[in-house]
């Protein structure tokens, strides 16, 4: 999928959301558990529910691997039902790759080829040579970790060199000399806040990826006022306060319905930009 496709998406969805399948066996409903394959039961109903107001989806790889072959299967089939059942979403896979070039191209070759996913979340802490093998893909995102949401995010990144340019600056001024917007996202996370402000100072036209929101206590509307473009530039990603909302049988319509809220506030944060 290609920049513009993502974005008259958006336009035509009235919607920026990302639904994470963050998929926990210890949260999913206990008649599931009953299912052949649990982790792909709950995935196909979270996807039927949310679809109509998403625009992407981003299985976190540490949730299927964590089972072996069993979780590996269950996210690859639920990769090939969102291809095959709604082609029009952009999948990432929230891996956090990131290796010396070899190994790196042999996880871009997992991704890009033999799963032929959108997306993929890679760490850039070792450099150029680490992150360019994924950029051999026509048609195929990096998305870099820049200023995620977590606490820890303070320890590396906002930390400032003599110059005074802090950790998180210099990987988005270095990394657009590797790829433009068309091929490379930014991973940020909503907790930061204005921050958004200085981000797109160095990167104005590039989408982010935004954690955060929901559980997090990430500020949507803040989001927006800080880091919007012309073009909307931003995929917020909500994974527990919607996949998680119900752990009844009605788990799905009410996924259903918080994604479904987060979609009208996105419209009406879209319409501000005459989208």
């Keep these: 999928m290609n920049k513009q496709q993502l974005i008259d998406n958006i336009r035509a969805k009235h919607s920026f959301l990302c639904v994470g399948l963050d998929t926990d066996l210890k949260k999913v409903p206990e ?15 979270i996807i039927d529910a949310t679809a109509p107001y998403c625009v992407a989806y981003k299985p976190n790889l540490a949730f299927y691997e964590c089972f072996g072959l069993k979780g590996w299967t269950a996210f690859e089939k639920t990769v090939r039902y969102i291809k095959e059942n709604y082609p029009d979403q952009f999948i990432i896979a929230d891996a956090k790759r990131g290796d010396i070039g070899n190994t790196s191209a042999m996880y871009a070759r ?12 890679v760490a850039p802490y070792m450099g150029e040579d680490s992150v360019t093998p994924f950029l051999q893909y026509e048609g195929k995102w990096v998305i870099l ?24 600056e210099k990987v988005l001024r270095r990394s657009q000399q ?69 752990n009844t049988e009605n788990f799905a319509q009410v996924s259903a319905q918080k994604a479904h809220e987060l979609q009208q506030q996105m419209q009406i944060e879209l319409a501000k930009v005459g989208l």
Aim: glycine share 10%; with cysteine; proline share 2%.
């Design 178 to 246: 590797w790829a433009d917007d068309k091929q490379m996202m930014y991973v940020v996370g909503a907790t930061q806040g204005r921050l958004f402000e200085d981000i797109r100072k160095i990167v104005p036209n590039h989408f982010l990826l935004v954690p955060g929101v929901g559980a997090q206590g990430g500020s949507l509307q803040e989001v927006c006022k800080y880091g919007m473009t012309k073009d909307c530039g931003l995929l917020v990603n909500s994974s527990r306060g919607i996949i998680y909302a119900d």
């Design 145 to 168: 970790l820049a200023l995620t949401s977590n606490k820890g995010s303070h320890d590396f990144q906002l930390t400032e060199d003599a110059e005074g340019e802090r950790l998180f």
């Design 110 to 121: 997992s991704f890009f080829e033999e799963m032929n996913i959108d997306s993929l979340t």
């Design 31 to 45: 008649h599931l558990l009953k299912e052949e394959d649990p982790i792909f039961a709950f995935n196909k109903a």
